[in-house]
Nanobody, 120 residues
């Protein structure tokens, strides 16, 4: 499995921006689909907010963040990113980087999470 470490979280005012980073190690990064999940306060489940294909050519977002969040990856640097713009208080959550080996059924590698807090 990949080892994943997130960074870049913090406190931001509504309407502001943050960029999260995810550093991967341990396996060939290019063989993993990458995604960002979040778990809001008091919520039991994690919600996927972005995913990106092996090459970075395709990305998917739920309606809740579409047009505001952008996922990207740099396979040469073993990095994934989440650019978050026009942040809203409801975006407050712990954000997790996750990796799914190509052909696998689930995300088997997870980071420790980074807190994002959006004040109104």
């Amino acid at each position: 499995q990949l080892q994943l470490v997130e960074s870049g979280g913090g406190l931001v005012q509504a309407g502001g921006s943050l960029r999260l980073s995810c550093a991967a190690s341990g396996r060939p990064f290019g063989g993993y689909i990458m995604a960002w999940f979040r778990q809001g306060p008091g919520k039991e489940e994690r919600e996927i907010v972005a995913s990106i294909s092996l090459s970075g050519g395709n990305a998917n977002y739920p309606d809740s963040v579409k047009g505001r969040f952008t996922i990207s990856r740099d396979n040469g640097k073993n990095m994934a990113y989440l650019q978050m713009n026009s942040l809203k208080p409801e975006d407050t959550a712990v954000y997790y980087c996750a990796a799914r080996r190509n052909g696998a059924s689930d995300f088997g590698s997870w980071g420790q999470g980074t807190q994002v807090t959006v004040s109104s």
